[in-house]
């Protein structure tokens, strides 16, 4: 008998939170196979001369497609390098891309994607080395799905279980950008300051962090915010983590957007940030390492790793201190 | 301005052929940009130490997804473990797997096709290492869609572009059956005989081919069968290509088929067989090798390339040859 609770996939079944992490458990990993085990996002496999290849895979079907600060065409060259940095890999060795387009889609704004990625690639210092073209008739497909996976290679690969009670946790920038974006997007809505998502690719950033100091995990915020990234660190390690409230870095216009919806920006997703966990006698170095880079410049501490509630996370008002949920998915689908 | 001739997407331009062909030119390949230059679906990337790396992308559309012989998550493995095999690099080191599900998709059904990938995996002696999962709303995507990349290393690379006038053309075994399957499933046909998938993991194959003797090309005759495949052989390397008709390996079921519908076999698409351009000397060992694993039985000289006609492919009727046609795009939509 099979133990799942759902017998159709959900739309909180594809939100990077617990709900897609059960079905990946009860799907994709059941009787613990060993081929069919990680279904990870990354991979790293080490190599007989030295050295590992990194693999990583992600599909993106965000909507709308162009949104401030980027499309779905940057998104996609960014996740993956991202994915990448974040297990160590910051110069990749390439890039595939996998597109699958809905008949009738303009030629122009293909054209406009692609020169994106492009941009991107060449930002990163990478390149699209693979790549597959796919349509679907009208109606069949939304638009455009796009599907990067990347390969990179790394002498110190980092996980995200490497988290050790005393770790500081640094933050790369403002948190919530994205995903209020998409948002603002998608609802029309109207404020004062514009809502800009900060995707972008970090390799960069990251390769000077790893550089200066000790970082025992590391993760990308995205899909779940920080929220999920923290709880994953927390998890894997099985070492409690107390974040300062008052420590986040968040926009005023996020802040004021986020107030107004009634939604924490620990649970917004981002695309242009990485949650670092850091050795305590590398902080310094990390954090200006970090904000001597142009998308690091609002890097901070925000916590630190205890041994106290192994796997919880834990939020410090100021005035006492709450238990932080672990998002069951993502606040709206399609955001990445 | 763009020279693009339509404004939008079209079937054809996913097919396969040449409108897809002209897509990725026009689109993808504009201005020469090294960094966007190779959409072709596989890469080979020299490495420092010796080696190359191989990386190769391919977004899974069929419809059905389950069919006689098969199903979309067996024809996802086995479709990038070929696109690798194809390029020498017959020991995949591993996949990943991006899969995109419509909501309300039966879990029963996805458990099914994940067992069928790590059922083709296992055949392949490969594993799926990274995934991703991403659900659109109903009606936003039809079914599933399934990217899978590929990472393998080879120490001899085979090209697409290496035929020399003289060389022998070998396909590995009938060619039509994957196509004919998918349409007599989508068009509910009923034959005496049943017209089965072919699709396969060929690594194996392909490794005991290499093994045996000098492999000058290799394409596997997917979107656009076995013509389109020698249409571009014979177009990177500015060579002829002869076939002789009558020894074309086609099942009898398919033949029939294909005579009822008025299609060419040879327009057909395979996924479980390759087409090998062997050195004259090599082609008894080759065939040996082939014949001798069980999806290499029905492998057989069709052909010859020549001086005359470069980037032509002919056909021998044995009444005359005729010029055979590159297929504008596939004849069936969502065919792999």
Redesign the interface.
């Known amino acids: 008998m099979?133990t799942?609770t759902?017998?159709?996939?959900?739309?909180?079944?594809?939100?990077g939170g617990r709900a897609?992490r059960r079905?990946?458990e009860?799907?994709?990993m059941?009787n613990a196979?060993?081929?069919?085990a990680?279904?990870?996002?990354?991979?790293v496999?080490p190599m007989p001369?030295g050295g590992s290849?990194v693999?990583?895979?992600?599909?993106?079907?965000i909507q709308p497609i162009v949104f401030a600060g980027g499309d779905i065409g940057r998104l996609a060259v960014a996740g993956t390098v991202n994915d990448l940095a974040m297990m160590g890999a910051t110069e990749p060795?390439?890039l595939?891309?996998?597109?699958?387009?809905?008949?009738?889609?303009?030629?122009?704004q293909?054209?406009a994607l692609?020169e994106s990625?492009?941009a991107a690639?060449?930002e990163a210092g990478t390149?699209?080395?693979?790549?597959?073209?796919?349509?679907?008739?009208r109606?069949?497909?939304?638009g455009v799905?796009i599907?990067t996976?990347g390969?990179g290679i790394t002498w110190r690969p980092v996980r995200d279980n490497g988290a050790v009670a005393g770790d500081a946790i640094i933050v790369t920038g403002t948190i919530g950008d994205h995903g209020m974006a998409v948002m603002a997007a998608r609802n029309q809505f109207e404020f004062a300051e514009p809502l800009t998502s900060d995707v972008a690719p970090l390799n960069g950033l990251i390769r000077g962090a790893l550089g200066a100091g000790e970082v025992h995990a590391m993760k990308d915020p995205t899909r779940g915010g920080v929220a999920s990234a923290l709880h994953e660190i927390a998890d894997k390690a099985r070492v409690g983590i107390v974040i300062h409230e008052s420590a986040l870095p968040v926009k005023p216009s996020v802040r004021a957007a986020a107030d107004l919806l009634g939604i924490d920006p620990l649970f917004i997703a981002n695309e242009g940030k990485a949650v670092l966990v850091v050795r305590p006698q590398s902080v310094d170095a990390v954090l200006d390492a970090l904000r001597a880079h142009p998308y690091g410049r609002d890097a901070a501490v925000i916590g630190e790793c205890v041994t106290d509630s192994p796997g919880s996370v834990l939020v410090d008002t100021g005035f006492g201190r709450r238990r932080l949920s672990e998002p069951e998915g993502e606040l709206l689908?399609?955001i990445c």
Chains 1, 2 share one sequence.
């Open positions: 099979m799942v759902n017998d159709r996939v959900a739309m909180k079944h594809g939100a897609m079905l990946i009860q799907v994709f059941r196979d060993p081929v069919a990680a279904m990870d996002d990354g991979a496999i001369g290849i693999i990583t895979t992600d599909s993106h079907v060795l390439g595939t891309c996998g597109i699958v387009i809905e008949e009738g889609f303009p030629i122009e293909l054209t692609h990625m492009v690639c060449r390149a699209i080395v693979a790549g597959d073209t796919k349509v679907m008739r109606g069949e497909i939304d799905v599907n996976s390969v689908p399609r």
